[in-house]
Structures are given as structure tokens and as C-alpha cells.
């Protein structure tokens, strides 16, 4: 199943989400299929369950955006361990269309994680794959990426879409 993706506005987006104790469930397994095939429809590369508003600790994650099922990646109730260096790289959100904006992040991170059996494990990821584990997981802390930004920057973007809500193009 296909959820829509909630937008920027909903309180959902800006709460910090609950922790999964249940694994090894239908109800789960549905869940993350129903996530993997929501981020693609969406053309993502990665959604937290607080997009498709559930909120509840779980990311999915594919870099090479559906080319690669190697590269398909579950987090529950992740956890950022370490992070190295810096990147500046553009940075979007599926909950806030049409924005872009260059953001400093960290360049490699190391996270703790659980997967859908509840097995814990830990990873490593550069460059992009860093990325989307501080974007995914601030998503489960109720933090989007312009929270981020300048308060100019994120005055603006946020300006922009009070503008979208009010001409209804925003839903
Ligand atoms: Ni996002």
C-alpha cells in the first residue's frame, strides 16, 4: 500500500516518535514493505514513519533509490554513535516538496540500530549514505532538515509555504 506523504504543518512531522518495542510481526513486515514502496512512489531515498504518519521509530533507507535491493536498508529505533568530518551537501525532504538548501552535515556516521527481527547491528556510512542516517533519525526526533538552516533561510522557506497553504496548494 501506498501512503501519501505527510506535509510540512502537520504536527506529526515535529514530535519526537515512539520507540518500537514489537518485532518479528505481520503487522511490521507490512509496515516496512508498505514504507519501501511508499519512498519509491515517492521517488525518495529515504522515509521515516513519521512521513506517512505513524509515529513510530523506523526509517527506510535506499541510496540507489530501487536499482540496488542490496542497498535496501531498515532502521529501527536507530541510534547515531559517532559522527566524523564535514560535508556541505543539498539537502531535501519529501515532507517539504519543491525546497532545496545546501546544509552541513556530518561526513561519516556510525549508527546503532535494530532490524525487523529486533536483532541489534551497527554501520557505518559516508557521503550520502551519512546523510540520509542524520536526516532519517532527526525525522524520528521530530527535527526536519531546515531546523537546520539560518533562521533567514528557514524564515523564508517557511514564508514560502504559509503562502502554498493559503492558496491551498499545499495539502
Ligand atoms: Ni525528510
Known sequence: M?????????????????TVTEF???????LLDDMFESMYAARGVGLAA???GISRRIAVIDTSAGEDPSQKLV??????????????????????PGFREDLRRAKKVTLRAQNAKGEFFEMTGDEL?????QHETDHLDGRLYITHLSPLKRDLIRRKIRK??????WA
Open 2 to 18: 501506498i501512503y501519501p506523504i505527510v506535509k510540512y504543518g502537520d504536527p506529526v512531522l515535529e514530535h519526537p516518535a515512539e
Open 24 to 30: 518479528d510481526t505481520p503487522e511490521l513486515n507490512k
Open 50 to 52: 513519521p512521513q506517512i
Open 75 to 96: 532502521l529501527i529505533n536507530p541510534q547515531i554513535l559517532k559522527k566524523e568530518g564535514t560535508q556541505i551537501i543539498e539537502e531535501g525532504c519529501l515532507s517539504i
Open 129 to 133: 549514505l551519512a546523510r540520509a542516517f
Open 164 to 169: 502554498l497553504q493559503k492558496a491551498g496548494e
